[in-house]
C-alpha cells in the first residue's frame, strides 16, 4: 500500500510540474505577442476618439475604430504597419454608412462606394492605380 501512495504521489508530482512548464511557456508567449500596444485616444470631452493596436514603431497595425466626438463610429479599418488594407468603412456623424473601400499597402484600389445619408448609392467607382 505504501508503493501506490508513492506511485500516485509521483504521478501528481509529473503532472504539477508539466502544467507549470506549460503555464511558463502561456506567459512567456503572451508577452512576445501582446508587445504590440492599444493605444486609445479619447477626446478633451472623455468620449473615445480612437481605439487600436500599435507595433513597437508606433505605426498602427490590426482593426481601428475612430469615433466622431458623439460616439458614432467614424470609421473602421484594418492597418498594416501604419498603412490602411483591404476594406475600409467610413460613417456620417449620424452613424449611417459614408463610403466603402478596398485598400491596398495604403492605397485605394478596387471597388470603391459612395453613399447618401439616406443610404441611396451616389457612385461606385473601380480605382486602378
Do not use: C
Request: net charge positive; proline share 1%; no cysteine.
Amino acid at each position: 500500500m505504501n508503493s501506490s501512495r508513492t506511485t500516485t504521489f509521483l504521478i501528481q508530482k509529473r503532472i504539477n510540474y508539466k502544467k507549470a512548464v506549460l503555464f511558463l511557456i502561456f506567459v512567456l508567449f503572451s508577452n512576445v505577442s501582446f508587445s504590440q500596444e492599444i493605444n486609445k485616444e479619447q477626446y478633451n470631452n472623455g468620449q473615445i476618439k480612437s481605439v487600436g493596436r500599435q507595433n513597437s514603431d508606433g505605426k498602427r497595425i490590426g482593426e481601428w475604430k475612430i469615433y466622431y466626438e458623439n460616439d458614432h463610429l467614424h470609421q473602421i479599418a484594418n492597418y498594416d504597419n501604419g498603412k490602411p488594407t483591404d476594406e475600409v468603412k467610413e460613417f456620417y456623424e449620424t452613424g449611417q454608412l459614408n463610403l466603402i473601400g478596398n485598400y491596398e499597402n495604403g492605397e485605394l484600389k478596387g471597388k470603391y462606394e459612395e453613399f447618401y445619408k439616406n443610404r441611396q448609392l451616389y457612385r461606385t467607382a473601380n480605382m486602378e492605380n
